[in-house]
């Protein structure tokens, strides 16, 4: 597609359940990124795919979060066991050039954890 | 441990009047700097960035401008106009790092510009 698409672009979720949320990067994008931004604060980095290298998992806050990525095409979000200071909305990127020319945001997910 | 910060949440400017805002940082491994801006209810798009070989990048009605020694950059908008209204958000990155393209986002500067 033309841009980075997210899915749902709205989810609210009970506490406790779990959620997965969708990214289609650009055709040909082979960096992959997942940020979040809570309520009045910036952008969190959570994970980063490069190609087939091992990905980046360093900003994921707990082991209820994680990531795949299926080739150089779509990734899934996966939060287990909601909690409410998870609610945020969640930025997906792609980029297929130095991180100079920056990355293509989605419209992010906005998670309200009830 | 904010490593990117902008300390200023807001900034109102009149139209046709520069808008400068500020961002600092903590990292001497940061090479790359990047500015975002983003609207309600979208996803940030990228304005400009700089190398930290520079000390400046034009573009537009958009500069960037680098103080290595000082660890600050600005953007500057001239002239600023009502559409320019928006969050803006610096970005830095240690391009060649373990995590090469990740960004360190700052927590972002609302600008109101008035007509």
């Known amino acids: 597609g033309a841009g980075v698409s997210q899915s749902p672009s709205n989810k609210v979720t009970e506490k406790g359940k779990d959620v997965e949320l969708r990214c289609d990067p650009i055709?040909?994008?082979?960096?992959l990124y997942w940020y979040r931004q809570r309520l009045g604060q910036g952008l969190e980095f959570l994970i980063y795919f490069q190609g087939n290298s091992a990905p980046d998992k360093s900003g994921l806050p707990s082991d209820r979060f994680s990531a795949e990525r299926t080739g150089e095409s779509v990734s899934t979000l996966t939060i287990q066991r909601t909690q409410q200071e998870d609610s945020a909305v969640y930025l997906c990127?792609?980029?297929?050039?130095?991180?100079?020319?920056?990355?293509?945001f989605g419209s992010g997910t906005r998670l309200t954890v009830v | 441990d904010q490593q990117v910060k902008q300390n200023s949440p807001s900034l109102s400017v009149q139209e046709g009047r520069i808008s400068i805002l500020n961002c600092d940082y903590t990292n001497s491994m940061f090479d790359y700097f990047l500015w975002y801006k983003k609207y309600p209810a979208e996803g940030p798009t990228f304005l400009i960035s700089?190398?930290?070989?520079?000390d400046k990048n034009e573009d537009g009605r958009f500069t960037v401008f680098l103080n290595k020694s000082a660890k600050h950059l600005s953007l500057h908008i001239v002239p600023s106009q009502p559409g320019d209204s928006a969050v803006y958000f610096c970005a830095a990155s240690a391009e060649g790092g373990t995590s090469y393209g990740k960004l360190t986002f700052g927590q972002g500067t609302i600008l109101t510009v008035h007509p």
């Open positions: 700089i190398s930290s070989i520079k």
């Open positions: 990127a792609s980029s297929q050039r130095s991180v100079l020319y920056g990355y293509t």
């Open positions: 055709s040909g994008h082979t960096a």
